[in-house]
């Protein structure tokens, strides 16, 4: 799924830093993801957007925050206020039905550590 | 909300032989099922999906059943190779507007490991 980009490949926060998780697709898909994938868990969402300018929290939002503010871009910023933020956070993208699912393709992901 | 269960955790299997990872959901208004293969630090990839309106689907090598009433569905993969290993991804998901928005909820994966 070469449409689906994200960086860093690799980030490292500092106690009370928030970060910025980068995502970007060029499919032309109006559906954004973003989900935390930690060992034995498998995929949580975090929040979610279908259209521009309008997204929703998913299971375990605290302490997270995104934008979107074009339909290619969905910002994921890690905050101080999330305090286990060790994990591999991957981004997806569908196309957006509304009727049926459409299929969610993956980013490459980061993997966010703690210094 | 949704709640889907993913067995075994782990799977070991011969090369050549077959390969079943069983999933359950909850909820009976989950009406898309895609399965995930994602191999060591890599992306996530859909490998197959199946809808409620259907009750198998193949690919290939790759199959999927979909039980309604029992709310479960399963992976099967046939005659594994090496290149099967990876960590499998079962998730769950109500289409459309009303069935907010596409969301997944997914298994804990299996780790395959197929064996020469």
């Known amino acids: 799924d070469g449409g689906i980009t994200q960086s860093p490949k690799y980030l490292f926060r500092k106690e009370g830093q928030n970060v910025t998780l980068s995502c970007e697709q060029n499919l032309n898909h109006d559906a954004m993801y973003w989900y935390r994938q930690d060992p034995g868990q498998g995929l949580r969402l975090i929040y979610y957007?279908?259209?521009?300018?309008?997204?929703q929290k998913g299971d375990i939002a605290e302490g997270y925050s995104v934008s979107r503010e074009k339909k290619e871009s969905f910002p994921l910023t890690v905050t101080s206020a999330q305090k286990n933020p060790t994990a591999f956070y991957l981004c997806a993208s569908s196309a957006y039905g509304t009727r049926r699912n459409q299929p969610q393709h993956f980013g490459d992901g980061t993997r966010l550590s703690i210094l | 909300g949704e709640n889907v269960e993913q067995h075994p955790s782990t799977l070991s299997v011969q090369e050549g032989d077959s390969a079943v990872i069983k999933c359950t959901y909850s909820?009976?208004?989950?009406?898309?099922f895609p399965w995930y293969k994602q191999e060591l630090g890599k992306r996530p990839q859909l490998i197959i999906d199946?809808?409620?309106?259907?009750g198998e689907k193949k690919d290939q090598r790759i199959a999927v059943t979909l039980n309604k009433t029992a709310k479960h569905f399963s992976l099967h993969i046939t005659e594994t190779q090496p290149e099967d290993s990876a960590v499998y991804f079962c998730a769950a998901s109500k289409g459309g507007i009303t069935g907010g928005g596409n969301k997944l909820t997914f298994g804990t994966g299996t780790q395959l490991k197929v064996e020469l």
């Open positions: 957007s279908q259209i521009v300018n309008d997204f």
């Open positions: 909820d009976s208004a989950s009406n898309y």
């Open positions: 199946i809808r409620s309106n259907v």
